[in-house]
């Protein structure tokens, strides 16, 4: 007999695998068939079993407590009332209702806990059930990227959730980072499209609503706000949504006292276990006379009522040159001042040149090595007083864009309480299973300093959720693997392969080492270098720019990075990526079919041989 479920929640093949093992576990259940895009579940039963309401109970309660939801796409009448054999198939009590903790172990201890806050939409879900004295098995401060993976994470292992949040639901990717920022530059590549033209196509101006541009794409953000986050979040039911900033108490017999106020309420509650994941915030460098130019930074740049005639970026980092280039094209005269030698700090010296070229091609001044010591007011709107090697000089601007970096957001956390160590720089200090100090609080994403991508916020968001939870079933609550416990070792984050994309028309994307940084490593190198003008993609779209480089082992052609500056290179990051992580050679690339007229083919061309390879082959040999 079979029956079938349709399931809410599931987002990946990790969720289904989650519901599988769920259903799998109800007596009377030989197999389950979920397949998460169809967001349905069969399910087999076992001969003789049939379809009760208390097997019904049974199944939706595990579901439930995995963290998803389940209806069944049966007419009810086909379902018998309960048979005697219901305890026999031990029908569990719905979710939240049982009063046995999900990850019993230690002594909770008492605290003066008053009521979850009264936010009408966010407070404490009713199916959040109390576990003696302790409020949550977990609770994560911080709904960005680390937090909400932690969540789903925590909810997929039947945990007690909750997740605070003090600021936008959501944090910077989708209110304030990549979703606006992205989105500006699709606008900003639209205008750029039609000046330039096509062979055949004569270009125009075209008429630009900067308000509307923001308005459509402010909609965006909000519409993606609700569908990834309000309503991925409420599709768990074991997740708490809590409104309010969070500040640890103390942290006592294996619990972490939390206070979450939100204006003149406040609630306390008792958790297991803290996750950090507060993210960052601009940073504004001090510089004398910033204080008083209204200096803009990402944030309110993206949400500017109307463009100024002319703008100074300070930094040459992703979000300088992306925001750079974006208001360069919608018409705003862009002066960008980099410190560095050049600029994206951290890429290939030659790829960040290429980008510079393209920069000034459109119009954009670029100075590199270029310090700004002092900033006032002036006539225009703002003069930054700038060195560049010995020689002072002053800019002129009516805005000045500050991009020179992001602050870990730790301020009134109460870490310092609960005996979390932070760096000198202020960033929330773990190990590599993204444990802090405090043996009971982990931390994700950009407050722990690593890479400032939400793909990495959200693996590590996955990570500490796994290693919190973990840990509670270890006698001593460590990350030390003791005997005789059930539970997994404590899993390090691995950032040993990173990707990374700016989005600039050209794209940069890299990963792995650079050419420079592998010799400084000591490895022996090959390097190979593609020009786009061999790449039958880059032909055919009249966009020459840019190139690809190989970095290689000489020894055996293992390769160790890949850097592209090229329309599309983020999406050759992809390939890229697989490559250095699992140990390919440059044989494996050039050896392996590339979809021709693509521009991830550049990877094989490049490959096989690079510029001096490719002039000796056919278009597609
Ligand atoms: C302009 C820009 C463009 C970007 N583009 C990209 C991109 O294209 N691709 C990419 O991968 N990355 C991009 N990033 C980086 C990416 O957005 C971040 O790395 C990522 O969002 C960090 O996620 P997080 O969860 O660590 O922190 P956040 O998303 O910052 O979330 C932290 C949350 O914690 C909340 N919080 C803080 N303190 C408290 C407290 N005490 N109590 C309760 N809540 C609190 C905050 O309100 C916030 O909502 C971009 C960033 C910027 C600024």
């Known amino acids: 007999m079979t029956l079938e479920y349709a399931l809410g929640g599931m987002t990946c093949l990790d969720c289904s695998k989650h519901i599988t093992m769920a259903l799998e576990r109800v007596p009377g259940v030989v197999a389950a068939h979920v397949d998460y895009r169809a967001g349905r579940g069969r399910i087999e039963l076992q001969p003789g079993v049939g379809p009760t309401a208390t097997l019904e109970h049974a199944l939706i309660a595990a579901v439930e407590r995995a963290g998803y939801r389940a209806e069944p796409v049966v007419a009810r009448d086909s379902v018998t009332a309960d048979a005697p054999a219901a305890a026999a198939l031990g029908a569990a009590p719905p979710a939240g209702l049982s ?46 990227g680390a937090g909400v993976a932690a969540a789903i994470q925590a909810a997929g292992m039947g945990a007690k959730v909750a997740i605070v949040e003090g600021g936008t639901l959501g944090g910077t990717c989708v209110n304030v980072g990549c979703i606006p920022s992205k989105t500006l530059v699709e606008a900003a590549a639209h205008i750029h499209a039609a000046r330039q033209g096509f062979p055949g196509i004569a270009p125009c101006e075209p008429a630009v609503d900067w308000r509307e541009v923001v308005r459509q794409k402010d909609a965006l953000v909000d519409d993606l706000r609700e569908a990834k986050y309000a309503d991925v979040l409420a599709s768990y039911p074991g997740v708490a949504r809590l409104r309010g900033r969070a500040r640890l108490l103390g942290s006592a017999d294996g619990v972490v006292r ?99 070229e393209a920069l000034e091609a459109e119009g954009i001044e670029v100075h590199t090595g270029m310090a700004a010591v002092r900033v006032e007011r002036g006539p225009e709107g703002v003069i930054v007083h700038v060195r560049q090697g010995s020689v002072d000089g002053e ?112 794209q940069v994307g890299s990963v792995g080492l650079t050419e420079a940084a592998a010799r400084a490593a000591g490895h022996r190198v090959d390097v190979s270098v593609l020009e786009m003008q061999h790449v039958p993609r880059a032909l055919v779209a009249y966009d020459r720019r840019g190139l690809v480089k190989l970095v290689s ?24 990526t697989l490559a250095v992580r699992f140990g390919l050679t440059v044989r494996d690339l050039s050896g392996t079919l590339h979809p021709y007229l693509t521009w991830v083919e550049s990877l094989k061309l490049a490959a096989q041989g690079g510029s001096a390879g490719v002039q000796k082959l056919s278009c597609c040999a």
Do not use: C, W
């Not at 979850?116 to 098995?137: C, I, K, L, Q, Y």
């Not at 130019?293 to 002319?310: G, W």
């Not at 309480?417 to 760096?423: H, K, Q, T």
């Open 99 to 144: 009063d046995t903790p999900s990850f019993a172990s230690e002594t909770p201890a008492s605290t003066d806990r008053r009521p979850t806050d009264g936010h009408p939409t966010e407070s404490a879900a009713p199916s959040v059930a109390r576990t003696g004295d302790v409020d949550f098995d977990l609770l994560i401060v911080g709904t960005g």
């Open 553 to 576: 082992e000489a020894s055996t052609g293992r390769i160790l990075g890949v850097h592209a500056v090229a329309p599309n290179a983020g999406e050759m990051m992809g390939e890229a």
């Open 395 to 506: 800019i002129r601007a009516e805005r000045l864009l500050v991009a020179t970096g992001r602050r870990p957001t730790t301020a009134d956390l109460g870490l310092e309480d609960v005996g979390v160590a932070l760096s000198p720089t202020g960033y929330v200090q773990t190990d590599a299973t993204l444990r802090t100090a405090n043996p009971n609080v982990y931390a994700a994403g950009d407050v722990t300093g690593g890479p400032a991508y939400v793909y990495v916020a959200a693996a590590g968001g996955r990570v500490a959720a796994e290693n919190a939870l973990n840990s509670l079933r270890r006698p001593d609550g460590s990350n030390a693997t003791s005997t005789g416990t059930p539970s997994a070792e404590p899993r390090a984050l691995d950032l040993s392969v990173v990707p990374n994309v700016t989005f600039t028309a050209p």
């Open 258 to 356: 939390v206070r979450v106020s939100d204006g003149d309420q406040s609630a306390e509650h008792v958790a297991r276990r803290v996750i950090v994941a507060t993210g960052s915030t601009p940073a504004v460098p001090p510089l004398p006379g910033i204080d008083m130019v209204d200096a803009l930074d990402s944030t309110t740049a993206m949400a500017m009522e109307a463009l100024p005639a002319s703008m100074i970026v300070l930094g040459g980092g992703p979000v300088g040159v992306e925001l750079g280039q974006i208001f360069g094209r919608f018409g705003v005269k862009v002066v960008i001042v980099q410190r560095g030698a050049h600029l994206l700090p951290g890429e290939d010296a030659q790829i960040a040149e290429v980008l510079r």
